[in-house]
């Protein structure tokens, strides 16, 4: 793992899990961030093994190297716990994860909700660390809006995949549709039985 990635994933968490603590407002030792022997815990985001082996193995593979690198950088600490959390992000659920103090400290979350977990308090600034170890350089304008909260940074962007369209025009040719149709895919589901649309994609870990 590059040493600056290792700085800056180390500051990150450590700002991330301080929003989490304070923000469930609980009275139990359940979430202070810490382990029974006084290790810093960080309960991190990971595909689980069944669903996807490799993006599983090179996380557990990165939790062991950071922990080494902690160690050497901070050698009067207790050191880390790294502890895998398997939760999956979905808007049903996050609500109630967020007040129970059940989110990672850190987790993984489409884009398209960076401003609802903005508004909740759920992330942490991280600016400072950002620029401090050049994350911000050559950012997309489009991505940078999106985790940006009065000139701060709270989210940091980490994977983009394109999503592609496939067309079948034999249904298309079936429904009779032509440029001029507003309602495409109404028109298509009324003229074929077997009308479905599907969206796949690859969880890459």
Same mark, same amino acid.
């Given at each position: ?51 996807? /082996?490799?993006?599983?193995? $090179?996380?557990? &593979?990165? =939790?062991?190297?950071?922990? +080494?690198? #902690? ?72 991505? /940078?809006?999106?985790?940006? $909260?009065?000139? &701060?940074? =709270?989210?940091?962007?980490? +994977?983009? #995949? ?44």
């Amino acid at each position: 793992m590059n040493a600056n990635l290792k700085k800056v994933l180390m500051c990150v968490l450590s700002g991330v899990l301080t929003v989490g603590a304070c923000s469930g407002c609980t009275s139990s030792n359940k979430n202070t961030g810490l382990t029974e022997d006084g290790k810093l815990l960080l309960k991190m985001s990971t595909t689980p093994k069944d669903v996807y /082996e490799p993006g599983y193995t $090179r996380s557990m &593979k990165s =939790y062991e190297d950071f922990t +080494e690198y #902690y160690k050497t950088a901070h050698p009067d600490s207790k050191g880390i716990h790294i502890e895998p959390n398997f939760s999956v992000f979905n808007t049903k659920d996050y609500a109630a994860m967020a007040i129970g103090d059940q989110l990672a400290t850190y987790y993984k979350v489409p884009l398209t909700e960076a401003k609802g977990i903005m508004d909740a308090g759920y992330a942490k600034d991280i600016t400072s660390w950002l620029e401090k170890y050049n994350y911000l350089k050559g950012m997309d304008e489009k991505i /940078e809006k999106n985790i940006v $909260r009065d000139g &701060k940074y =709270y989210l940091l962007p980490y +994977e983009v #995949y394109s999503v592609g369209i496939a067309i079948n025009h034999d249904i298309m040719k079936q429904a009779v549709l032509t440029d001029e149709n507003a309602d495409c895919a109404k028109l298509i589901k009324e003229s074929s039985e077997n009308f479905q649309s599907t969206l796949d994609t690859v969880n890459a870990g």
